[in-house]
DNA sequence: GTCTATACTGAGATAGAC
DNA sequence: GTCTATCTCAGTATAGAC
């Protein structure tokens, strides 16, 4: 079947899908259940599956509109930021923002652990979400590394931009079972902090 | 009421513990059933529920026995390597043997990500996990800043310790989510990589 | 686009026999 | 310690009226 793109859908499926993403981050993929968005929202189970035939097909939409609004926001960094460092701070910040609300975790930090339970489909969102962060991470690392701000010796710009995006995504995991407060900026400062040159 | 402890249970439990702790690894606690590892073993559901009164019972033990084998191996790996480096390579290749079962995440990387899910005595054991791991960490970064081995400037041994800890932990998540084999053990090396003097 | 009503399934858990 | 039978509730999903 023809599957729909997340910037077709209309307003109240806009807040089935706001209400969706949160108790993703809150509970993940098979702690959330349609009744527990249409308490959020206030309106009927059947009226969600008006919009979102299943909850498959309302996961992938909720993973791709979310990769959507992170690649916006690395190009954002991009224009910001100059400089490897300020733009990895940068980068850093995304994660620390989104714990910061009730420590959340990463749409698909959380839906990376339940990957098993979920649809190829919505698999396939993910690895896009996480293939994304790493082609961009390598591109400001390398280039870091050309310009000779950031120093790293035995390891390769694909190797750290494979390192970072993993302690931060297990920053927030690790961070919330300690009940820490600025998870994910801790841990990616301390990465961060090995590479200057 | 009185909690059990691990090492007081029969064979047929332990069975069941094995079971449940394979489908956490794999789908996690919202992911599996009392059917599950009904059907996994071979012993109907109120056999389990004989044997664990309650499913998040079930779980607090799982996370138990899991702290307690993995407090065993660091110990084995103070006794069998010397020095910082060798030590916290033998701490990455805990993390890959696990991941090398079938992509099976850490047992409280997995339940970290579904804390809120968790009853109160179960997420107390998965904070305990990770303070056991963070303590062990900070003492053999520390031993090894002090005695010249590791060289990093300005993050704390505290800090090292909840930076690598959250790499492992996330390079299982983010590496299942790209189908990478290895990824404990890229994102780990790559870590440590950074902290040689 | 939203609702009431309902089907169907699986979940966690209990009663009580063997 | 294991079983059959059963309870109750929540979960995903559908039918059909408004």
Redesign the pocket.
């Known amino acids: 079947m023809q599957l729909k793109h997340f910037s077709d859908i209309?307003a109240?499926?806009t807040r089935v899908v706001d209400a969706a993403e949160r108790l993703i981050q809150v509970h993940g993929y098979n702690g959330?259940?349609?009744?527990?968005i249409s308490r959020e929202i206030?309106?009927?189970?059947?009226?969600i599956?008006?919009?979102f035939?299943?909850?498959?097909e309302l996961v992938r939409i909720v993973i791709q509109r979310y990769t959507d609004t992170f690649r916006g926001a690395l190009n954002a960094i991009e224009i910001s930021d100059s400089g490897a460092i300020a733009r990895l701070f940068g980068y850093v910040d995304l994660f620390s923002q989104t714990y910061e609300k009730d420590q959340r975790l990463c749409v698909c930090g959380m839906l990376g652990a339940e990957v098993k339970s979920l649809s190829e489909a919505a698999a396939q969102e993910v690895q896009s979400f996480f293939q994304m962060n790493l082609d961009w991470l390598t591109k400001i690392i390398r280039n870091g590394s050309q310009s000779g701000e950031l120093r790293f010796t035995s390891s390769s710009p694909e190797a750290h931009a494979y390192a970072l995006l993993s302690t931060l995504e297990g920053a927030m995991i690790v961070g919330r079972g300690l009940a820490i407060n600025n998870a994910p900026a801790l841990a990616g400062r301390t990465y961060i902090s090995n590479l200057p040159a």
Not at 53 to 56: C, E, I, N, S
């Open positions: 209309s109240a499926a959330f259940s349609y009744d527990d206030g309106i009927k189970k059947p009226s599956h008006h919009h035939a299943t909850k498959a």
